[in-house]
Nanobody, 122 residues
Framework: VQLQASGGGLVQPGGSLNLSCVASGFAFANFAIGWFRQAPGKGREGVAVLSKSDPSKFYKDSVKGRFTMSRDYAKNAVHLEMTNLKVEDTAVYYC????????????????WGQGTLVTVSS
């Protein structure tokens, strides 16, 4: 199982970024996929999650209306479109997958990609 995240970078407050996570080595459609982030000195928190079968979505309250997660089954990929970025969105962002768990509690996820750094600063 491999997850490859990309798309991070430096952006000014109010700007946008699109993160991508490409999956390989497992039946992508049978896994819940989540985006998590970890800011310096803080724990890893769930940002957005797509369930596996019925593609319901979870979004952290602070990103609702600004972040949109989507799944591309043809490319075994998920995307996180982030708009109106704020300084407090600065963190390393990770994608994760699990065949059973569909929530936002990071320790319950079995597979993790490497992180991609998002820095929001003027």
């Amino acid at each position: 199982v491999q997850l490859q995240a990309s798309g991070g970078g430096l952006v000014q407050p109010g700007g946008s970024l699109n993160l991508s996570c490409v999956a390989s080595g497992f039946a992508f459609a049978n896994f819940a996929i989540g985006w998590f982030r970890q800011a310096p000195g803080k724990g890893r928190e769930g940002v957005a999650v797509l369930s596996k079968s019925d593609p319901s979505k979870f979004y952290k309250d602070s990103v609702k209306g600004r972040f949109t997660m989507s799944r591309d089954y043809a490319k075994n990929a998920v995307h996180l479109e982030m708009t109106n970025l704020k300084v407090e969105d600065t963190a390393v962002y990770y994608c994760a997958a699990d065949p059973v768990y569909e929530g936002d509690y990071a320790p319950h996820y079995s597979y993790w990609g490497q992180g991609t750094l998002v820095t929001v600063s003027s």
